[in-house]
């Protein structure tokens, strides 16, 4: 194999950390300028601190060929202080479709490998919108077929709690009032999120690989100009 082959390929491995969407639910909120947000009547997802039960929000989703989701991202606030805690605990789980709710859990609980929480600039009148950027603990392979996601922040800041951004009442979502893993009800959010099949943050191997590509191209470059 001719060495500008090599480093293609090299330089293809390297990009492939990037990561790519397979599904959306929901725009951003800089996408839907002006941001109306959340409604105070109205919050589909929180985690809820202190003796009481953590309410969770689900998402249902559909995927038209297999697939390995690896990370996610989405938006959403604190209230009623509008501040994040220092470090957010997030638990992911996926559902079979159980007749308009979630249904049997596929795998574990799931936690985050590396998470990115970034201020959009834009608020709601509960709080400072943030974005995340969330790479699985472990990776989901889904066949096609009818899922549901369900998110919750369970890091400890006082009394205040995570709220899950959603568009409007559009698209089929359901809510627990106890946990992750607790009774699900049908309800209808537009729930704001992407599934990803790679991950944001590029693994070790794939670094190496760009920093080795990039390296054999600096070379052939300058045995060109000699």
Not at 36 to 57: F, I, R, V
Not at 78 to 90: H, I, L
């Amino acid at each position: 194999m001719k060495l500008p082959i090599i480093i293609s390929l090299l330089a293809c491995l390297s990009t492939s950390g990037f990561a790519a969407t397979i599904y959306q639910s929901g725009e951003f909120a800089a996408d839907v300028l002006p941001y109306d947000g959340l409604k105070s009547d109205s919050k589909p997802a929180s985690a809820t601190n202190g003796s009481s039960p953590a309410q969770t929000a689900a998402s249902l989703f559909v995927l038209d060929t297999a697939d390995s989701i690896q990370a996610i991202s989405f938006e959403g606030f604190y209230y009623p202080y509008g501040v994040p805690p220092s470090k957010d605990v997030f638990q992911i789980a996926f559902f079979e479709n159980g007749n308009g709710i979630p249904g049997e859990q596929i795998g574990e609980i799931l936690g985050a490998s590396s998470l990115t929480r970034t201020y959009t600039g834009l608020s709601t009148s509960e709080g400072a919108i943030f974005h995340f950027e969330l790479d699985l603990s472990t990776a989901v392979d889904l066949e096609p077929g009818t899922y549901w996601i369900a998110l919750i922040d369970t890091s400890t800041y006082e009394d205040a709690s995570f709220f899950w951004s959603y568009n409007d009442r559009s698209d089929v979502a359901a809510y627990t009032e106890g946990g992750i893993t607790d009774t699900y009800h049908p309800t209808n959010f537009r729930l704001v999120y992407t599934l990803e099949n790679t991950k944001f943050v590029p693994e070790p191997s794939v670094l190496i690989l760009g920093a080795l590509g990039a390296i054999l191209t600096t070379g052939v470059r300058k045995r060109r100009s000699v």
